[in-house]
């Protein structure tokens, strides 16, 4: 099968062709280092600071759309993983700025006096500039919701979000008009036909372009490292507690950027990223607004939902969202035709450890919206309300019984960051789906849910705050639904 051994793409719309010990260079060592582009600044190194963002372009293979720029993070995130993409640093804004020589969030950074040290400026500049590809900086909440991953620790925020809402949108051009040309955006759709076999001896990057490929790669390397967009992998490598020696990226596989929603059923494949799970929730407010608190704009534009929920982490933030909706797993497996299904709610079976046999890896995940009937509620608990881990998040869905609206037809109880791994409070639903709601039965709902959790403490919370929050958590949410009996303050 034809393929290459370099992944491509386009930089400040220069072609660059990576390959060898290239591929598996930090974003920002291969820009500050090897591209001289000493603009994008590093500081933390895990994703939370915004100091290194950059914008990226990615046409969806087999997605006939005019991408957008988003903004990404670049120091968690490795070369190989720019393939058939275009980026753009701070030093590429020049050419957006047909006026000046400053891009206009630069002109406003400066005449509002937004920076002091420099260090996080660029970060904050493409955060903005990226914010702009949608349209004009109004609102100062807005504004802020767009700089939730970029820290600040000279300046304050103030003179930031005073420098975004003074910028005169009509004076900078578009991104894809200058780093996305027709001729640049067919060369990239033209190298995402042909797969990647690429690395060093010591390492190996491959990425297959069919399916047909990736079931022969699965099945000779089971054990291969899965690169869906591998956020936490990048965090874990830069800290040292992490190397691979072959790499198998999944980029190129057009069925899992799909998306499909039918009524209030949603599929979506392996490849959707947090914020195009976000837009596909925009019909049901609630559930995506809960999205918001979830990483940052650049985290959010590049790690995807199945990641999140392969990682198996006991505090990952999708995990309880999605068991609270029952959703369902398509497992890819290297040996058979068809995809296996699996309910998500068996699929954590010890920490870290889940029900993927070997060479399997999650193709697709689908799930039901909730109706205007039924009940739902998502919470997440952590020491800050933006860009932070869970302590305890929960996912909480209830529908009502035609014939009683006290006794559920279907009850779910998801709780993350209380056990090793995100769980159902199974005995708990059964008992309440047999008795009913009422004083008595949800009172003793309470006492059944601590029985189920098994919370330890950590930096983040002690064992004993963990089953408060969990308890306080289950008890508003069962407040909030019909009883047949009354409910008076201090019954539960």
């Given amino acids: 099968m034809p393929h290459r051994d370099y992944v491509f793409f386009y930089l400040n719309g220069e072609a660059i062709h990576a390959s060898g010990e290239e591929l598996f260079l930090n974003l920002t060592d291969f820009l500050r280092l090897r591209k001289g582009l000493s603009g994008t600044k590093v500081v933390c190194a ?14 969806k293979p087999g997605d006939r759309r005019q991408p957008s720029f988003e903004a990404i993070n670049a120091c968690i995130v490795r070369v190989a993983q720019m393939d058939a993409s275009s980026l753009v640093t701070i030093e590429g804004l020049r050419r957006l700025a047909p006026v000046s020589e400053l891009h206009p969030i630069q002109e406003a950074m400066v005449r509002c006096h937004g920076a002091q040290c420099g260090f996080c400026t660029p970060g904050f500049v493409m955060s903005l500039a990226a914010a702009l590809e949608k349209g004009p900086l109004l609102e100062a909440q807005s504004v802020k919701n767009k700089l939730t991953g970029n820290l600040c620790r000279c300046t304050g925020y103030q003179p930031i979000i005073d420098a975004a809402l003074s910028v005169d949108a009509s004076k900078a051009s578009r991104a894809a008009s200058v780093y996305l040309t027709s001729p640049m955006l067919a060369m990239l759709r033209k190298v995402q036909k042909l797969g990647v076999y690429g690395g060093t001896k010591e390492v190996r990057f491959e990425a297959p372009a069919t399916q047909a490929e990736l079931r022969r790669l699965r099945k000779k390397f089971p054990k291969a490292t899965l690169l869906a967009a591998g956020t936490d992998l990048g965090v874990a490598a830069n800290k040292g507690r992490f190397a691979a020696r072959h790499f198998l990226s999944l980029h190129l596989l057009a069925p899992l950027y799909k998306i499909k929603a039918s009524g209030r059923a949603l599929h979506f494949g392996a490849r959707v990223t947090l914020s195009e799970f976000r837009q596909a929730l925009e019909g049901t407010p609630s559930l995506g607004e809960f999205f918001n608190v979830f990483a940052s704009p650049q985290i959010k534009n590049f790690a995807t939902v199945a990641g999140n929920v392969a990682n198996a982490s006991p505090i990952a933030d999708a995990p309880p969202f999605l068991l609270a909706l029952d959703a369902e797993l398509e497992i890819f497996s290297p040996r058979k035709a068809s995809l296996r299904k699996i309910p998500i709610k068996d699929f954590y079976l010890a920490y870290k450890e889940t029900d993927l046999r070997e060479g399997e890896l999650i193709w697709a995940i689908s799930l039901k919206l909730p109706t205007p009937s039924e009940r739902f509620s998502f919470a997440k608990i952590s020491q800050r309300r933006d860009l932070d881990i869970s302590c305890v ?31 159902r409070l199974l005995q708990t639903e059964a008992f309440l789906m047999k008795e009913g709601l009422n004083a008595r039965t949800c009172k003793e709902a309470l006492s059944r849910a601590q029985a189920e959790i098994k919370p330890l403490s950590d930096l983040r919370g002690s064992s004993a705050y963990r089953r408060l929050v969990t308890q306080n958590l289950l008890e508003k949410f069962l407040r909030s639904l019909p009883q047949e009996e009354s409910l008076g303050a201090g019954q539960l």
């Fill in 393 to 423: 998040n929960v996912g909480f869905f209830f529908r009502p019984s035609a014939k009683n609206a006290s006794r559920p037809s279907a009850l779910r109880l998801a709780v993350g960051g209380v056990g090793p791994t995100p769980l």
């Fill in 46 to 59: 895990e994703g939370d600071c915004g100091a290194c963002t950059v914008l990226r372009a990615f046409p």
